[in-house]
């Protein structure tokens, strides 16, 4: 039973550095492509553009989202602002219609039916070209959407642009660990831009051709993971995903680590129930790297967390017990030799170098987002708060989720 368990656990090892080695083959391939602009660019041409800003009890940061998409460098005439009150309960619906004197923002009051309602009941006033969604926790950068619409200028097959969404301030090192992942998540988002993989076409800023609501149809609930949802939708339909990563949008990250664990629990769960729903497509070649290496990735590393963190508990218990057991044999004797302190409690030598290594790796993909997000390189403390806060509650969240998925038990929004 043993050696089965050191072979799985060798080969899930093995895969996550796999992974993160891809990754990095993929950044050396494609290094001389990322480009960061500095300062106001300009475009041929200004396509219109209707952003949809759904909102649902964002009275506190409802104004600061507004303001900076009026604040945008991009003509006026050609933005259109939808605000969207999904039945908010606080002074949400107040603080919106301080915005109704522009003439560019049209706002729209619903019941709560949940975000994707809201987005589709934007939808349905939408008359321009392209279009996109800010959650209202969000704030964008001035010249994030010039930027965004260069990509669908220089390339007419793209469909959709996503930005680089980097955490907004560090009050606390739950935050601060919150902002290594994001830089991490701007380097893995712009590697599976490079080979068409992408997974997520996230809330903030994301903007779409219409063209793609007009031949797939309009946000679905999808496990209240709707941007997900629609990223796995486009890829089956062949339709491309970009990442610009210049275009910097700021967002709100939890506080506390109950907020956190809420939060990645849902996203989690859309995701494993969103791959179950698409689960026709893994593996298809026809479906290309997404289908062969985005989703199959990901589901290798649920089960090598879920995985590792049972090893852990395992031999824990089991080094508890023979405690207990020479206890209550002998007594208490203190002894300095004791298994306990070995990495995630396995005693193993080349397993102890491979996980280095991995580590490695992870670091290094958090110093190259950092580089692409900040411009600069420099080690920062929130990696190593990301390294610890994540491995000990990450695995929590990610096997409820599993949990959940198998009961039927919807996560809460919030």
Known sequence: MDSISSIVLYVLTFLS???????LITFLEN??????????????????????????????TIYKTVRSLLDLNYPKDKLKIFLVDDGSTDGTWNAILKFSKHSNIKIFHKENGGKYTALNLGLKHVET????????????????????????????SIMAVAPSIVAFKSKNIIQGAQRAEYDMSVYIKKMLGFIEAIHVAPGPLTIFRKKVFDDLGPYRHAHNTEDM??????????YKIEQCNDAYIYTSTPLTITKLYKQRLRW???????????????????????????????????FAVSFLFGKMVYNLGSF????????????FHFTSKTNF?????????SLFFIIIVLYFLIILSITLGKKMTEGKWGFSFNTIYFLLIF??????????????TILSRKPAWR
């Open 341 to 349: 302190l070995d990495l995630f409690f396995v005693n193993t030598q």
């Open 320 to 331: 508890l017990f023979s405690k207990i057991l020479q206890f209550q044999a002998g007594g």
């Open 391 to 404: 491995s000990i509650i990450g695995p929590f969240w990610l096997l409820k989720a599993v949990y959940n």
């Open 17 to 23: 550095v796999y992974v993160q080695v891809f990754f």
């Open 268 to 302: 989690i769960y859309g995701f494993i129930n969103n791959t179950i729903d698409y689960r026709k497509i893994i593996f298809r070649k026809k479906y290309g790297n997404f289908s062969l290496f985005t989703v199959p990735s990901s589901i290798i590393s649920i």
């Open 129 to 156: 070209d392209f279009l996109g969604c800010l959650d209202a926790d969000s704030i964008a950068d001035s010249e994030s959407l010039v930027r965004i619409m260069s990509y669908f200028e220089k390339d007419p």
């Open 31 to 60: 290094r001389k492509k990322i480009i960061t602009r500095k300062g106001p660019i300009k475009l041929i041409k200004y396509p219109k553009v209707t952003v949809i800003v759904p909102c649902w009890d964002e009275e506190k």
């Open 229 to 238: 949802e629609i990223a796995y939708r486009m890829q089956k339909n062949h």
